[in-house]
């Protein structure tokens, strides 16, 4: 995987109503078609 050249990291804080979390942008997207958390697939 790569980034392109012009790519930056922003720190930053999202919320409303005095309520806020931090946040940071261009991170990658990554797809995940199926996952299983805590348990096991039956078929």
Do not use: H, N, Y
């Not at 012009?6 to 078609?33: M, N, Y």
């Amino acid at each position: 995987m790569s980034l392109a050249a012009g790519a930056g990291f922003g720190i930053g804080t999202c919320g409303k109503d005095s309520q806020g979390v931090p946040v940071a942008d261009a991170q990658p997207t990554l797809r995940i078609p199926e996952i299983v958390v805590g348990g096991e697939t039956k078929g």
